[in-house]
């Protein structure tokens, strides 16, 4: 008789085994799996949602150039070069212009693409032989130089 209770136990033993590595796959490691891929997933979304506005934005930035160019033209103003940012802090996209005037100064603007309105502009214009005054504003505000360096960074940096 204690060999087939000894059966009997271990077969019982060998069932619960079986039982308890089931129930963890399905009750553990099934889900934390689930959550992995749902998370890999969620984050290459994010991604390819970010990389579509980066190019969207360099799409538009190079728009806004071309018109904000043709308008500045009028005004003897000459671009001699741009470069874009989608500021995602900000969720804007921004393009920064620079310019050089006809009397040999020279300047910059940042500029909302979509927007066409200016965030920031700064110039510098020649005042006597060896003296450059640089004027800058921010939205609509006079600003210090120090600011306006600052305030350009914050704009196409994050």
């Known amino acids: 008789m204690a060999i087939p209770r000894l059966f009997w136990t271990s077969l019982s033993i060998s069932i ?3 039982a308890a590595s089931v129930a ?3 009750l553990v490691y099934t889900p934390l799996r689930d959550a992995r891929r749902d998370q890999a997933a969620a984050e290459s979304a994010r991604h ?3 990389r579509a506005r980066v190019l969207g934005c360099a799409s538009q930035a190079e728009v806004s150039a071309s018109k904000l160019g043709r308008e500045m033209s009028g005004l003897g103003e000459r671009i001699v070069g ?3 940012h989608f500021n995602s802090r900000l969720e804007r996209c921004f393009v ?3 310019t050089v005037f ?3 100064g020279l300047g910059f603007s940042v500029v909302d693409a979509y927007e066409n309105s200016v965030a920031l502009s700064c110039w510098t214009t020649p005042r006597t032989k060896g003296i450059w005054d640089r004027t800058c504003i921010d939205n609509g505000k006079k600003i210090d130089a120090e600011k306006a360096d ?3 960074e914050d704009l ?3």
């Open 156 to 158: 196409m940096t994050h």
């Open 96 to 98: 920064e212009i620079q």
């Open 102 to 104: 006809p009397g040999g």
């Open 48 to 50: 390819a949602a970010d």
């Open 82 to 84: 741009s470069t874009n």
């Open 24 to 26: 963890y796959f399905l």
């Open 150 to 152: 600052a305030r350009e």
């Open 16 to 18: 619960l085994i079986a």
